[in-house]
Structures are given as structure tokens and as C-alpha cells.
């Protein structure tokens, strides 16, 4: 069966530090990965997705930067975090080409910029 | 873009009631609708979904139906728990793989004992 990974749980960083979030999926193969990011309200907002190694699309301008130097890893970066950078992250994968849209989710990180 | 909107925001009922919530999808070409259940400080959970060549599905206490004429689509549980209090979240997209999906905001459903 397949497995999401994120890590860190929890993050607290104070302005201007770098970040770096992982995603991990486990027991696919060549899935569509994204990352969402949750503020103190309840929506999900899309930041970026990638569809294969190297290819990256980005929702929403912003101060955060993802890559996918792997097949099934994921990352979500910045140069220099800020206040409104808070917040809980979410990564999520589905089958891509090979199957639906149906998308799962892992278990978050939870980022406060202080 | 597609647009989805969501009702309501917080929804408080008492244990064995049944719960409703709402959404309304804006592009007409959407054709998957999947419900999302996550609790506090976890990452959400697909609980149902549902396609847009059939009205109603059902999953023991949870159904979503669907009217695509409408643009509108809901999700139903029945016989509430105090373990079904969460937010849940609605969503559209097109049916491919490729597609990325349109949350809605969110409905708090507080369930009391």
C-alpha cells in the first residue's frame, strides 16, 4: 500500500531563516505530488504541483520555492521565512496518468514563523 | 477558473441527528467531487467521492449526492457521532489524473454527546 511521509512534525523559525519541508511518498511510482499550505483559517491553498522529476508548477506567487529531485520526494523552500509564512503545510500525491484525481494527504507540518 | 463555495461554515448538531452540508461548483466541465474529513492537526482524509455520471452514493453513514443541472452537491451523515466532529472539506475537479482540485472553505461539524 502507499505511504506519505512529511517531516519535520513541527517547525518553529524565526524571520528571515531558511526552510526546507520533505515529502516522501512510498509504493507508487511516477505520482503527481503538491503541496498545499493551510493558514489559521480552515482552506487549503495550492502552492505548487509537479508531475515528474524536475517539472514544477507553481500556484501562487510567493516567497516559498519547491523542487523534486526525485521521483517520490518533494520539497518546499524558502530563502528567508516571513511572519505570514506560518502555517500548516500539507503534501498530498495521486496516481497521475495512470489513474484519477483522487488525492491523499500526509500528515502535515506545522510551521510558526516567530 | 472553477470556484467552489461552501455551507455551512460551523454546523453543531447532537449525537444520533443528521448533518448536512453544501456546495456549489461554478465550471461546468467539473466532474469529480470528493469529500474530506480531517481532524485536529492531521492531514485531511477522502472519505467519499463522487462522479458525475451518477446522482447518489452511499457509504454506511455518509452519502453525497449530486445535481449537476444544478451545479450543486452535498455530503449527508447520518446518525452522528461525537468521532465525526471535524472540518470537512468539499472539492471539484475534472476527471484526470492531471487535475489539480478546487477546495471549498471549510464546515466545522461539532457533535455533541
Known amino acids: 500500500s502507499q505511504t506519505i511521509h512529511q517531516w519535520p512534525a513541527t517547525l518553529v523559525q524565526p524571520v528571515g531563516s531558511p526552510l526546507s519541508l520533505e515529502c516522501t511518498v512510498e509504493?507508487?511510482?511516477?505520482?503527481?505530488l503538491y503541496w498545499y499550505r493551510q493558514a489559521a483559517g480552515r482552506g487549503l491553498q495550492l502552492l505548487f504541483y509537479?508531475?515528474?522529476?524536475?517539472?514544477i508548477s507553481s500556484e501562487v506567487p510567493q516567497n516559498l520555492s519547491a523542487s523534486r529531485p526525485q521521483d517520490r520526494q518533494f520539497i518546499l523552500s524558502s530563502k528567508k521565512l516571513l511572519l505570514s509564512d506560518s502555517g500548516f503545510y500539507l503534501c498530498?500525491?495521486?496516481?497521475?496518468?495512470?489513474?484519477?484525481?483522487?488525492?491523499?494527504f500526509g500528515p502535515g507540518t506545522r510551521l510558526t514563523v516567530t | 477558473g472553477e470556484n467552489v463555495e461552501q455551507h455551512p461554515s460551523t454546523l453543531s448538531v447532537q449525537e444520533g441527528d443528521s448533518a448536512v452540508i453544501k456546495c456549489t461548483y461554478s465550471d461546468s466541465a467539473s466532474n469529480y467531487f470528493p469529500w474530506y474529513k480531517q481532524e485536529l492537526g492531521k492531514g485531511p482524509q477522502l472519505i467519499i467521492d463522487?462522479?458525475?455520471?451518477?446522482g447518489e452514493k452511499k457509504d454506511q453513514r455518509i452519502a453525497v449526492t449530486l445535481n449537476k443541472t444544478a451545479k450543486h452537491f452535498s455530503l449527508h451523515i447520518t446518525e452522528t457521532q461525537p468521532e465525526d466532529s471535524a472540518v470537512y472539506f468539499c472539492a471539484a475537479s475534472r476527471d484526470s489524473g492531471y487535475s489539480t482540485l478546487t477546495f471549498g472553505k471549510g464546515t466545522m461539524l461539532l457533535v455533541s454527546p
Open positions: 509537479s508531475v515528474g522529476i524536475g517539472q
Open positions: 463522487i462522479r458525475s455520471n451518477v
Open positions: 509504493g507508487t511510482s511516477n505520482p503527481n
Open positions: 498530498a500525491w495521486n496516481t497521475g496518468v495512470a489513474g484519477g484525481p483522487e488525492q491523499y
